[in-house]
């Protein structure tokens, strides 16, 4: 647990050194959730 937690730290820490690479991330991952969302939607309408 406290080895997970310290790798979490420094994934943190070294994104917040590349700011727009998590952005980046946080950007990609939403626009998955938004596709699955929407195939979501089709299959149910």
């Keep these: 647990m406290v080895l997970q937690y310290r790798r ?5 820490k070294a994104n917040l050194r590349r ?4 952005a980046i ?8 959730n ?3 969302l929407l195939s979501q939607i089709a299959r149910t309408s």
């Design 8 to 12: 979490q730290q420094g994934k943190l």
């Design 19 to 22: 700011p727009n690479a998590m």
């Design 25 to 32: 991330t946080i950007t990609r991952v939403t626009e998955a």
């Design 34 to 36: 938004a596709e699955d």
